[in-house]
């Protein structure tokens, strides 16, 4: 792709690494962040002059592990569908035989992951704590009234993104989501974050309501700046307490009642807890603006 005035300040431009076989999408050096299966760099869409985020799984590494791959292609395909502005949104992908990668491009998140941003601004209003949770019910409820029903599977806060500069919060990695098509919305595998992961995931046999319990623990972790049940050294001691129903020890830091009460109603019994769209009506939001 041609680009506008390239001699005189070629000089002075940051590099592509590589560019997409259309050419509108190059890739910076710089890394963004390291998942389980793919690494995110620094990218550049030439045609609307706007940072991107370049998402680059090297398949070489998980060829044996079928499910591996089936899950990556899964999350793009799942991506493409999706329009919602608490979702990260896909603008393209393809898969690079020559290399052994899949790349796919999505938007950015200037300031990161709500995981890291909580830790860089430890001085947060409870009004601003609100607005961030109120946008992630509204991604989950976009999600779960799908259709079909999409079960994100693995909420916590290194999986939410934030534009810092405007507060808006974005659901990202839907790559353990399970699209539920039965009029049961029943899901069965076991996936997820062990420190997020609702009792009933557990026993493989789940609803949308397992996002409602990890949307809870976020909310923890958002007033906290503590990761839930961080006091267990080990995944067997998080899946005994998770499983005998002992609420992580930093819910005791949690000083006001309305937010602590509000965390509970996310963490109770699978019956018990409130649709996604019922937590947008509840009181906890009450006094912020309807499109804040």
């Not at 609307?48 to 680059?56: F, K």
């Not at 990556?72 to 919602?84: D, G, P």
Request: proline share 4%; hydrophobic share 35%; aromatic share 8%.
């Amino acid at each position: 792709m041609p680009t506008a005035n390239p001699s005189a300040a070629d000089k002075d431009a940051e590099p592509f690494v590589e560019v997409d076989p259309s050419g509108r999408y190059g890739r910076y050096a710089d890394l963004l962040g390291t998942g389980a299966v793919k690494k995110v760099y620094r990218g550049f869409d030439q045609e609307e002059g706007i940072e991107v985020a370049w998402n680059q799984v090297r398949l070489s590494c998980f060829m044996e592990d079928t499910r591996v791959i089936d899950r990556l292609f899964s999350e793009v395909r799942l991506l493409r569908s999706l329009r919602h502005e608490n979702i990260i949104t896909l603008y393209h992908v393809w898969l690079d035989a020559e290399k052994g990668t899949l790349n796919f491009i999505t938007e950015i998140c200037t300031s990161g992951n709500l995981r890291e941003y909580r830790r860089r601004h430890r001085n947060v209003s409870l009004k601003a704590l609100k607005k961030w949770s109120r946008q992630i019910l509204r991604g989950l409820e976009y999600l779960h009234t799908h259709e079909p029903c999409i079960i994100h599977r693995d909420i916590n806060c290194s999986n939410v993104f934030i534009n810092g500069n405007v507060g808006q919060v974005k659901i990202g990695d839907l790559g353990l989501a399970a699209i539920v098509e039965e009029q049961s919305h029943v899901a069965h595998s076991l996936l997820g974050t062990p420190e997020f992961m609702a009792p009933e995931l557990y026993d493989e046999d789940y609803t949308e309501q397992v996002d409602i319990y990890s949307f809870g623990m976020c909310v923890l972790e958002m007033v906290t700046m503590e990761v839930p049940y961080s006091e267990c050294d080990s995944v067997a001691k998080i899946y005994r307490k998770v499983t005998a129903g002992q609420r992580p020890a930093s819910l005791s830091n949690v000083k006001d009642p309305e937010t602590r009460a509000f965390i509970e109603r996310c963490l109770g019994a699978p019956r018990a807890r409130p649709s996604a769209a019922d937590l947008l009506k509840d009181p906890f939001f009450s006094g912020l603006d309807a499109d804040a």
